[in-house]
């Protein structure tokens, strides 16, 4: 049944307590299926531009170079790039290394199962350290040692850290209430930590929760600095721009910034974006940070923009529409923004001169939704450019890599002709 269907796939999106509400979104899916996704929403696709969008689609080349699947085989929630390997978390608690180079290989001593039975949502890299987000409720850090051929990551830290639990303990100040006859200590995420960001430097890990709060660590020593309760509702997407703002999209259909101003202790609330009609499942953010993307239930991607020189208002400018289910993942490069989706696809956009988009390429491969997404400028190209003297100017070349949820990595060329 549409959207009930898709978080069914996807093994819970959201928190579970929103089930009332899940239903209540999907009783009406059929005939949302047929109908433009927030019809008061100006499509930055317009009418007008359908022929030069067929222009470009023809002009624009893609194939898939490989398919990677880990054995056992399992779902795949998270993906990210670092040097020269690409790793993936899966549902069964499986992080895994991959070689970018020819062939795309794992080394089978590489893998690691982390200590509990839940899924792997979210993965970044920082130095040689691996910060991975659980289904059970914590973050665990690993030492990535590629030059080893028998051990690729050592496990660092489990977060909280002992020592963090233990300093907060004696203290009743440092007990919020949980649930209604539980409390914790704020340092602990008491749900599902869903998403995983770095500050610009590496120096800060933000993670955000079902719980309904976003936490920051110190990535020197793992201390938990600050907790805060951000939502409604669970939240699902985070993402941290080069000048430290924090932008969290939650299962409440809302979008919230958020930063610490300077002499002030702990972030506060910049604004709120509303606009979708579901739940927010996937944010991310132009390289220089003056675009913000994010993805729904409701099949739409919003773009909000910033407004002058006020960080903390955003302008919405209008939707990228084109697919018919949940949009579950989003990445940005450049001019350049990929999408997946429940209806197991990837689109790439592209966002022109005059700030309206094309689709330049529907990737399409995966048997079901397409939970994560990686993107990088395909270095092979760089290097052939570089040995014929630079000649080849009329494309880039982008590799794009998507994990579904059919236990399926895919990597994707794409060659994106320059305006």
Same mark, same amino acid.
């Given at each position: 049944?549409?959207?009930?269907?898709?978080?069914?796939?996807?093994?819970?999106?959201?928190?579970?307590?929103?089930?009332?509400?899940?239903?209540?979104?999907?009783?009406?899916?059929?005939?949302?299926?047929?109908?433009?996704?927030?019809?008061?929403?100006?499509?930055?696709?317009?009418?007008?531009?359908?022929?030069?969008?067929?222009?470009?689609?023809?002009?624009?080349?893609?194939?898939?170079?490989?398919?990677?699947?880990?054995?056992?085989?399992?779902?795949?929630?998270?993906?990210?790039?670092?040097?020269?390997?690409?790793?993936?978390?899966?549902?069964?608690?499986?992080?895994?290394?991959?070689?970018?180079?020819?062939?795309?290989?794992?080394?089978?001593?590489?893998?690691?199962?982390?200590?509990?039975?839940?899924?792997?949502?979210?993965?970044?890299?920082?130095?040689?350290?691996?910060?991975?987000?659980?289904?059970?409720?914590?973050?665990?850090?690993?030492?990535?040692?590629?030059?080893?051929?028998?051990?690729?990551?050592?496990?660092?830290?489990?977060?909280?850290?002992?020592?963090?639990?233990?300093?907060?303990?004696?203290?009743?100040?440092?007990?919020?209430?949980?649930?209604?006859?539980?409390?914790?200590?704020?340092?602990? @995420?008491?749900?599902?930590?869903?998403? =995983? $960001?770095? *500050?610009? !430097? +590496?120096?800060?890990? /933000? %993670?955000?929760?079902? #719980? &309904?709060?976003?936490?920051?660590?110190?990535?020197?020593?793992?201390?938990?600095?600050?907790?805060?309760?951000?939502?409604?509702?669970?939240?699902?997407?985070?993402?941290?721009?080069?000048?430290?703002?924090?932008?969290?999209?939650?299962?409440?259909?809302?979008?919230?910034?958020?930063?610490?101003?300077?002499?002030?202790?702990?972030?506060?609330?910049?604004?709120?974006?509303?606009? @979708?009609?579901?739940?927010?499942?996937? =944010? $991310?953010? *132009?390289? !220089? +940070?003056?675009?913000? /993307? %994010?993805?729904?239930? #409701? &099949?739409?991607?919003?773009?909000?923009?910033?407004?002058?020189?006020?960080?903390?208002?955003?302008?919405?400018?209008?939707?990228?529409?084109?697919?018919?289910?949940?949009?579950?993942?989003?990445?940005?490069?450049?001019?350049?923004?990929?999408?997946?989706?429940?209806?197991?696809?990837?689109?790439?956009?592209?966002?022109?001169?005059?700030?309206?988009?094309?689709?330049?390429?529907?990737?399409?491969?995966?048997?079901?939704?397409?939970?994560?997404?990686?993107?990088?400028?395909?270095?092979?190209?760089?290097?052939?450019?570089?040995?014929?003297?630079?000649?080849?100017?009329?494309?880039?070349?982008?590799?794009?890599?998507?994990?579904?949820?059919?236990?399926?990595?895919?990597?994707?060329?794409?060659?994106?002709?320059?305006?």
């Amino acid at each position: 049944m549409g959207l009930l269907c898709c978080h069914t796939e996807e093994q819970e999106q959201r928190s579970p307590d929103n089930s009332d509400h899940l239903h209540s979104e999907s009783s009406n899916a059929s005939s949302l299926s047929s109908q433009p996704s927030l019809p008061s929403v100006p499509s930055l696709t317009p009418p007008a531009l359908q022929s030069h969008q067929t222009q470009n689609l023809s002009q624009s080349h893609h194939q898939l170079i490989t398919t990677l699947t880990s054995t056992p085989s399992s779902p795949v929630f998270s993906i990210t790039l670092h040097g020269k390997f690409l790793y993936t978390g899966s549902f069964n608690s499986e992080i895994r290394a991959w070689s970018r180079g020819p062939g795309f290989s794992s080394n089978p001593h590489g893998d690691v199962v982390s200590a509990n039975n839940g899924a792997v949502k979210s993965l970044v890299v920082s130095g040689d350290k691996l910060f991975s987000a659980h289904q059970d409720h914590k973050i665990r850090v690993w030492k990535i040692q590629p030059d080893d051929p028998n051990l690729r990551f050592k496990p660092v830290a489990t977060l909280p850290t002992v020592g963090d639990r233990f300093c907060k303990l004696l203290s009743a100040k440092n007990y919020v209430q949980v649930r209604r006859h539980k409390k914790c200590t704020w340092v602990h @995420h008491v749900d599902t930590v869903s998403s =995983l $960001a770095l *500050s610009e !430097d +590496g120096s800060l890990l /933000y %993670s955000a929760s079902w #719980d &309904r709060t976003f936490k920051i660590w110190r990535t020197s020593d793992f201390k938990c600095l600050e907790s805060v309760r951000a939502h409604e509702d669970a939240i699902n997407a985070l993402v941290v721009s080069s000048d430290g703002v924090v932008y969290t999209g939650s299962a409440d259909k809302k979008i919230k910034m958020w930063k610490k101003k300077e002499g002030e202790k702990n972030h506060s609330l910049l604004g709120t974006l509303e606009k @979708h009609k579901s739940a927010v499942n996937a =944010l $991310a953010l *132009s390289t !220089d +940070g003056s675009v913000l /993307y %994010s993805g729904a239930c #409701d &099949r739409s991607i919003l773009v909000w923009e910033k407004d002058g020189n006020d960080e903390g208002k955003m302008v919405l400018v209008g939707a990228l529409r084109g697919h018919t289910r949940a949009i579950l993942s989003l990445v940005a490069m450049e001019d350049l923004v990929c999408s997946g989706s429940a209806d197991n696809s990837v689109r790439i956009w592209r966002r022109g001169l005059d700030k309206s988009y094309t689709c330049l390429a529907v990737l399409e491969g995966h048997k079901k939704p397409v939970k994560c997404l990686a993107m990088a400028v395909d270095s092979n190209q760089s290097n052939n450019n570089n040995n014929n003297g630079g000649s080849d100017s009329s494309s880039t070349s982008y590799l794009v890599y998507s994990g579904g949820l059919d236990c399926n990595i895919k990597v994707w060329k794409v060659q994106v002709p320059l305006f």
